[in-house]
């Protein structure tokens, strides 16, 4: 069974940073594209980063230049560097490891941003 477990959400001040940190299934991990996912109240789930084994990324074009994500193989973690936080960031965030017509999901991260 797939186990994908968020961590590092919170709440911060406009202009802030926070790192979030997926650990993942060795087995998922290692053969699954990873990404975060994020979904606002009321609003579609909507991706926001991916990194595939072989180390490409892709961005949402509203986080980039902003957010990065990196992977850990030997910790089988991924995580979500989110500098420049704006309130449209607030969300819950989603870990996600994707493979041709499978997704897994963890539980999710609030993250706020807030004067």
Known sequence: QVQLVESGGGLVQPGGSL??????????????RMGWFRQAPGKQRELVATITNGGTTHYADSVKGRFTISRDNAQLTVYLQMDSLKPDDTAVYYCNAHKTWLDYW????????SP
């Open 19 to 32: 790192r979030l940190a997926c650990a993942a299934s060795e087995s998922v991990f290692n053969a699954y």
């Open 106 to 113: 963890g539980q999710g991260t609030q993250v706020a941003v």
